[in-house]
DNA sequence: CTACTAGTTAGAGTTAACTCTAAGTCAACT
DNA sequence: AGTTGACTTAGAGTTAACTCTAACTAGTAG
């Protein structure tokens, strides 16, 4: 599919999927007799990654490091599984975090409610 | 206290915090006579009640609508409530995409640990 | 009196992650 | 042949949120 197809449906623009290229986040994706690149199924789907990633938080330097690790082949495969692992910790401390946040967040408006605040 | 105490109490530099007060976040800090900041036990409340609302992804220009609000007094309440229910509607949001992603993550995680990844 | 410490200001610099501009190419229509 | 539209590139510009620099001042210790 081209640009404007898989910008729609990665739901990045154009100028982001070639700054991703750019930073090496996307790598090798195939182009036309006119140089017009051209996005396969396997790019949506680590496209889709990416954001996954990026969404939680990670910096796209060091989604770039997965990137790399993942063009490395088989033998980076316990690395990179070190690395998603380290993400989840992250993230599972996150989402604790956030939900303390929430709790208290909750609180302070139940004294707006209760008319306590002025 | 002063401001080292201050940027110890709630762990923001010093930078951040003259930052904070250029912004708009932070209005009336006290001063000596010196002309150095003083500062109370209810800025370091406000300033843990900022770092709440920032930590959970509101923008410095929102909070700063807040702190404005709250510097007209009693007739913002409602406007104040508001703005937090919606914040708080959001966090909700966020926290239930973070576990969506938590998810995702764990299966690949998974698809690693049974040597489904190469 | 001098040195040192802890502040002060205005404004410049940094970083991440885009976002856009300008100038150009190529294929398809009219 | 000319125009349109969808791309291409290199590189400049933007935004948020700091972070730092330079030059200065006031208070304290030796």
Redesign the interface.
């Known amino acids: 599919m081209n640009m404007r197809e898989f910008s729609d449906k990665v739901e990045l623009s154009a100028y982001t999927l070639r700054y991703y290229e750019k930073v090496g986040l996307l790598k090798h994706v195939q182009r036309n007799t006119s140089g017009h690149r051209i996005y396969s199924n396997r790019d949506i789907d680590w496209v889709d ?1 990416i954001k ?1 990633l990026k ?2 938080g990670m910096p796209l330097k060091e989604i770039q490091k997965y990137a790399s690790l993942r063009e490395l ?2 033998q980076t ?1 316990k690395e ?2 070190e690395l ?2 380290k ?2 910790e992250n ?2 401390k ?2 604790r ?3 303390e ?2 709790k ?3 609180a ?2 139940n004294l ?2 209760s008319g306590e ?2």
């Open positions: 990654f996954r969404d939680t082949g088989a495969v990179r599984q998603l692992e993400h989840q993230l599972v996150h989402i975090q956030q939900n946040h929430l208290a967040l909750d302070k408006i707006y409610k605040v002025s």
